[in-house]
């Protein structure tokens, strides 16, 4: 848990999961976006979009391309503001326009995110599988939270919002979801 006064946060039904595989685990978050996969599809593989709400990106759209990431939270001492803090080299894995992206995450190549995005009515249906290796059991919460953290300015981000970082919130979730993970792994 943390010591600052972060506010305390309740988990809901937008809440991500985290199950045990084989070499680690996997993480999933759904969501519902009021936007066209098109617009879903252009926040999560274009520098502009992701600069809304994930980190600054400079990234080449194919199989084998990379994908950096420079990450602009406030400096925090959890987080200091230093290259080998916040950038990551990636690589892009899987492109299939407007239904399917994947790429490595964390400089990790074990680190595999996919997003898929389905046509639902008016906008799209967004699940996000994120394959977190066992070496990072202990940043498991802080990976959970910060997914949470960061697809809550989503939906913004389509239309160009910038979603600011509140470190006391992202805290008050990584606290939360220690206390899930703590009670599921008690059984």
């Avoid at 299939?96 to 995450?105: A, D, G, K």
């Avoid at 953290?149 to 805290?171: C, K, N, S, T």
């Amino acid at each position: 848990m943390t010591d600052t006064l972060a506010p305390q946060v309740r988990l809901g039904s937008d809440a991500g999961t985290l199950n045990r595989i084989e070499g680690g685990w996997e993480l999933r978050y759904e969501r519902r976006l009021r936007h066209s996969p098109e617009r879903v599809w252009k926040a999560l593989t274009t520098g502009d979009g992701l600069a809304c709400w994930l980190a600054e990106a400079d990234i080449e759209l194919e199989p084998g391309g990379k994908m950096e990431l420079n990450f602009h939270q406030p400096d925090h001492e959890f987080m200091p503001d230093t290259p080998e803090k916040r950038r990551q080299s990636n690589e892009v894995l899987t492109v299939r326009p407007f239904t399917l992206f994947e790429h490595t995450f964390g400089s990790n190549p074990d680190s595999v995110v996919s997003w898929r995005l389905e046509p639902d009515g008016d906008g799209t249906h967004l699940t996000l599988r994120h394959r977190v290796p066992e070496s990072w059991a202990g940043s498991r919460n802080s990976v959970l939270s910060g997914w949470h953290y960061h697809m809550e300015g989503l939906e913004d981000a389509i239309q160009g919002v910038r979603h600011p970082w509140d470190w006391d919130q992202w805290f008050a979730l990584r606290d939360a979801y220690a206390a899930r993970t703590e009670q599921e792994d008690r059984g």
